[in-house]
């Protein structure tokens, strides 16, 4: 069982920057392709960015596009997403995931708690 723990998250201005961090336990995720996710309260779970198993490829939302950039070391199978020029409609509960369909992801970590401020 994957067990995927968030962290990095805390309280920013806007226009400031944060970087999180994912890691996994029970498998390593070194073949799959990752994903970051978040959920702003009262909307639902939405997508942020995404790389490919290699790293060789990403994609991100049109909302954090030039301001977001997801990476990974698979040496420390560690998930990354920095995160600048921060928005106060960036605050939200961030988590990691395959980037897969919504029906075969792991179970969901706690996540990570991003507030910005205005």
């Known amino acids: 069982q994957v067990q995927l723990v968030e962290s990095g998250g805390g309280l920013v201005q806007a226009g400031g920057s944060l970087r999180l961090s994912c890691s996994a336990s029970g498998r390593t995720f070194s073949s799959y392709a990752m994903g970051w996710f978040r959920q702003a309260p009262g909307k639902e779970r939405e997508f942020v960015a995404a790389i490919s198993a290699s790293g060789g490829s990403t994609r991100y939302a049109s909302s954090v596009k030039g301001r977001f950039t997801i990476s990974r070391d698979a040496a420390k199978n560690t998930l990354y997403l920095q995160m600048n020029s921060l928005k106060t409609e960036d605050t939200a509960v961030y988590y990691c995931?395959?980037?897969?369909?919504?029906?075969?992801?792991?179970?969901w970590g706690q996540g990570t708690q991003v507030t910005v401020s205005s």
């Open positions: 995931n395959k980037d897969s369909t919504w029906s075969d992801k792991w179970a």
